[in-house]
């Protein structure tokens, strides 16, 4: 290959545009907030791991656990200094996803707000996609 091609190369490379990509997870405030509060007593482990498993009467549900490492195909999302780590398996599926997290008189639980999902079951456990 002669310089002229490399320097055509490289230039032709640079004027590429880039384009911003969908974020795989994003955290609300008050998600950022109880992941801090929650790992604030586990001080072994980095972050949270989110999966989603086959379970219910829709097909999926989602899976939380705590994250002592990065798994070797984990991605990795970082906000506010909370690392959130999501299993191989569930990446495409939770692809723009938002996690909050809700607190009332009765329940406090971790809800994702999914753009993906087709259908839900009637008490909102499991979805399909």
Known sequence: MSATVVRATIRAVSKRKLQAT???LTLTPAAVS???TLLQDKPDNIGLKVAVRTRGCN???YYLEYAKSKGPSDEEVVQDGVRVFIEKKAQLTLLGTEMDY???K???EFVFNNPNIKGTCGCGESFNI
Do not use: H, I
């Open 34 to 36: 109880k992941v801090k």
């Open 102 to 104: 809700v607190e009332d």
């Open 59 to 61: 097909g999926l549900s």
């Open 106 to 108: 009765l329940s406090s």
């Open 22 to 24: 969908r974020a795989a």
